[in-house]
């Protein structure tokens, strides 16, 4: 069974840039969540869909920052215009149910210069 | 708000010692404590759940424990190996089922 796999592993761009990531969840897995974290700090909770429908988006740091489920498989998460202070390794994880354990994808290392 | 706390922060050991790394938590009302393994470049794995009403959870070389009311978790690792070097993260959960997790643990055990 695949795991969660996430797009790009590395991203590198200038301060101003669009950047979209993507995360596939393993199949079947109605909950994706996405985390963040910044070096040297704890990761962090980002937001929460349940099929396509966000649950939980408390954790989005601003508007600069959109995620979506289209279809309730895979999920992007658009950082426009980033920022310096928007480096750092984006998590993705899923789960079957809210309850459940959840799977963690590889992460996305992002640069922001 | 929950705060998780793990120390040590680093810990470099040789081949074969018994090691425990420690997990602290402020709120003590919550669902589940969660010990993940983070490998360079890898997703987070996870290694040991214990369940709020469970002391301890065993799998392997590994043991975990959990005491609630002093908000304290231990995972305890025997006779280490190269193998377990990684970063060992603690993650509790509260009613929201979103995991809170600590900064990590950096474990180098040389040959």
């Known amino acids: 069974e695949a795991g969660v796999t996430q797009f790009p592993s590395h991203s590198v761009i200038e301060k101003g840039q669009t950047v979209t990531l993507r995360c596939d969840p393993i199949s079947g897995h109605d909950n994706l969540y996405w985390y963040r974290r910044v070096m040297g700090k704890e990761i962090k909770f980002l937001l929460h869909f349940v099929k396509e429908s966000k649950q939980d988006e408390s954790g989005m740091p601003n508007n600069r920052f959109l995620a979506e489920r289209t279809g309730g498989t895979y999920s992007t998460l658009k950082v426009q215009p980033a920022e310096l202070e928007d480096s750092g390794v984006y998590f993705c994880?899923?789960?079957?149910?809210?309850?459940?354990?959840?799977?963690f994808g590889p992460g996305t290392r992002l640069t922001v210069l | 708000k929950q705060e998780v706390t793990q120390i040590p922060a680093a810990l470099s050991v040789p081949e074969g010692e018994n090691l425990v790394l420690n997990c602290s938590f402020t709120?003590?009302?919550?669902?589940?404590l969660q010990w993940f393994r983070q490998d360079p470049g890898k997703g987070l794995t996870s290694l040991l759940l214990?369940?709020?009403?469970?002391r301890e959870q065993t799998s392997g070389r590994l043991n975990a424990s959990l005491d609630k009311s002093s908000g304290r978790s231990t995972l305890y690792i025997a006779a280490s190996q190269p193998g377990d070097s990684a970063t060992y993260l603690c993650a509790v959960t509260i009613g929201s089922y979103i995991p809170t997790f600590g900064r990590g643990t950096s474990l180098i055990v040389h040959p």
């Open positions: 994880a899923s789960s079957p149910n809210r309850a459940d354990t959840q799977y």
């Open positions: 214990i369940q709020s009403s469970q």
């Open positions: 709120d003590s009302a919550i669902y589940n």
